[in-house]
T-cell receptor, first 111, second 115 residues
Framework: DAKTTQPPSMDCAEGRAANLPCNHSTISGNEYVYWYRQIHSQGPQYIIHGLKNNETNEMASLIITEDRKSSTLILPHATLRDTAVYYCIVRVLESSYKLIFGSGTRLLVRP | DAEITQSPRHKITETGRQVTLACHQTWNHNNMFWYRQDLGHGLRLIHYSYGVQDTNKGEVSDGYSVSRSNTEDLPLTLESAASSQTSVYFC??????????????FGPGTRLTVL
């Protein structure tokens, strides 16, 4: 599975969009980009995933660059409850069900 | 509703004792995983299972064992607890069925302290 690089911390104002970047320059053609988050002391929570097209669900949007070497998770209207550590994970679906977590980005949403 | 539970939620034990942490899921998922998370760090994979009677070592498996006798449960055993195993332990499950996202669902965690 390809390695990912994320900034250790970010902050944004409540109500504004939070844009969390992830670099995965060694990603292979069959590797998906997954995002999870972990709110303090809780188990990680799935947010979204994608292969090469941009994806959107009720929680967030995922923008993957055309060369797939980086991606951005967008929380369109961040709330205080979005304060968490966000993990970007690259993996091959259907060949390895493991998740390898990196250090993630600690997002602080300010009132 | 389907869920994944862990017990106990908190455990204090002594060095050298055998400890078993329970994980139970009601989604009927084939895949189950154990992770540990040390203070201020990300999760590290200990063991995982792709089905009954199947177990595999993760990146930090030394000192731990698992067994999978049914679909619902994957207990994690610390054979002889060490202070270095003080951590928060998370269990997860997933199912890569047709059309699924292979989302992993995590339990609430067990905080283990080894004195």
């Amino acid at each position: 599975d390809a390695k990912t690089t994320q900034p250790p911390s970010m902050d944004c104002a409540e109500g504004r969009a939070a844009n969390l970047p992830c670099n995965h320059s060694t990603i292979s053609g069959n590797e998906y980009v997954y995002w999870y988050r972990q709110i303090h002391s809780q188990g990680p929570q799935y947010i979204i995933h994608g292969l090469k097209n941009n994806e959107t669900n009720e929680m967030a949007s995922l923008i993957i660059t055309e060369d797939r070497k980086s991606s951005t998770l967008i929380l369109p209207h961040a709330t205080l409850r979005d304060t968490a550590v966000y993990y970007c994970i690259v993996r091959v679906l259907e060949s390895s069900y493991k998740l390898i977590f990196g250090s993630g980005t600690r997002l602080l949403v300010r009132p | 509703d389907a869920e994944i539970t862990q017990s106990p939620r908190h455990k204090i034990t002594e060095t050298g004792r055998q400890v078993t942490l329970a994980c139970h899921q009601t989604w009927n998922h084939n895949n189950m995983f154990w992770y540990r998370q040390d203070l201020g760090h990300g999760l590290r994979l200990i063991h995982y299972s792709y089905g009954v009677q199947d177990t595999n070592k993760g990146e930090v498996s030394d000192g731990y064992s698992v067994s999978r006798s049914n679909t619902e449960d994957l207990p994690l055993t610390l054979e002889s607890a060490a202070s270095s195993q003080t951590s928060v332990y998370f269990c997860a499950s997933s199912d890569l069925s047709t059309g699924s996202t292979d989302t992993q669902y995590f339990g609430p965690g067990t905080r283990l302290t080894v004195l």
